[in-house]
């Protein structure tokens, strides 16, 4: 018996060692390109060398007991009356809750580190749809800068504002060591620091459709200035293009129903959406002001505003209108809604119920 638990000990010590350092050999992660990125990865390897030692250890002195002490043809014995050990049971169970405990508290400390709020932080909305990624870059005047490619200034910590318009996907940029879900009804956040300049890759890590696959896309963080003007290029485009949401509203047939005195507007058919940032979170206070005019345009049957027929908007302008006809008429809603969409006029929109997580 003695014998036994010697031989076992030192064949679970011996593989738990030679299990370890391969683990600890092998190269997990692509390079590192944000400033908790070793922090990341040194927890990983943290778990490593608390989990693997552990789980080789009672695997084979499980093996070891199954091929050992194994019935010999011809035994029929039950085997020899076993009772409780109280000293060993309290021992299997401190140490693992010891063990488990220890490692929630390391990594909320870590992840606590990543979210912990930076001064001159830039806010970018990432938006995702079956099966891509769109990135927006508020502007003071409250229109956004618009890109399929995510690129940012290196050095400077940015947070990411999640949302999804469909199901859900998960945000995971692996060189930064940061991912999170995007959850319909939500807005969920993740915050980074690059540090190192290059191309990396955006990736959906939350199986979403037959396309999941696809849904990959770069981020580029490029040095200070370089980022500068290429924001100050999208910026200018932006102001020198006639505004794109007030042409979708006359092309589209929106002007034939709802009064909108920006996009000089005067019909009565439907709800007018003059000072429609006003009164929406009394139709429906779940949601914000630019979800509620998505909801509208896309699935009206499901907000008819009293007084007005539910069948008196067509339904499918979700088919008419491409994803980003819809985005670009959705923000000049908002703005046009709360007065106008002239610049400045951003303030006037009140931030959207539960949307400032
Ligand atoms: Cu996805």
């Known amino acids: 018996m003695r014998r036994s638990l010697i031989q076992m000990t030192v064949l679970g010590v011996v593989a738990s060692v030679i299990i370890t350092a391969l683990s600890l050999l092998i190269d997990w ?29 009672v695997m084979s002195v499980a093996i070891y007991s199954v091929i050992r002490f194994r019935a010999r043809p011809g035994d029929e014995r039950d085997g020899e009356p ?5 000293q060993l049971e309290v021992a299997w169970v401190a140490i693992p809750f010891v ?15 990543q ?18 990624w769109r990135f927006e870059y508020p502007q003071p005047g409250g229109q956004s800068v618009r890109s399929d490619e995510l690129y940012l200034p290196k050095d400077r910590p940015v947070r990411f504002r999640i949302r999804t ?20 009804g939500i807005v969920t956040t993740s915050l980074t620091v690059p540090n190192r300049a290059g191309n990396f890759n955006v990736v959906c890590a939350e199986l979403c ?26 910026r200018q485009a932006l102001a020198a293009a006639p505004e794109p949401g007030r042409q979708t509203y006359t092309t589209y047939g929106c002007a034939g129903c709802h009064t909108l005195e920006d996009a000089g507007a005067a019909a009565a058919t439907g709800p007018s959406l003059d000072g429609l940032a006003e009164v ?11 979800a509620y005019i998505r909801q509208s345009i896309v699935d009206p049957r499901a907000l008819v505003v009293p007084g007005f027929r539910a069948d008196g908007m067509p339904a499918n302008y979700s088919r008419q209108l491409s994803r980003a006809e819809i985005d670009t008429l959705v923000d000049y809603l908002a703005r046009a809604s709360a007065g106008s969409s002239g610049p400045g006029t951003a303030a006037a929109i009140r931030p959207p119920p539960g949307a400032s997580r």
């Open 29 to 57: 992660f692509p390079e590192q390109a944000s400033t908790t990125a070793d922090d990341v990865d040194l927890l990983y390897d943290v778990l490593l060398i608390v989990s693997v030692p552990i789980f080789v250890l």
């Open 82 to 86: 076993l009772h409780g050990n109280a």
């Open 99 to 113: 063990l488990v405990t220890a490692l929630a508290v390391y990594g909320w400390i870590v992840l606590d580190e």
């Open 115 to 132: 979210e912990d709020p930076r001064p001159n932080t830039m806010d970018v909305n990432v938006r995702a749809g079956q099966f891509a």
């Open 165 to 184: 318009d469909d199901v859900v996907h998960s945000f995971w940029i692996p060189e930064f060591r940061i991912k999170q879900d995007a959850v319909p």
């Open 209 to 234: 459709g037959l396309g999941h696959t696809t849904m990959r896309q770069q981020v580029h963080v490029l040095e200070g200035e370089q980022f500068a003007s290429w924001i100050g290029a999208r």
């Open 280 to 290: 929406y979170d009394k139709r429906n206070p779940r949601l914000s002001l630019e």
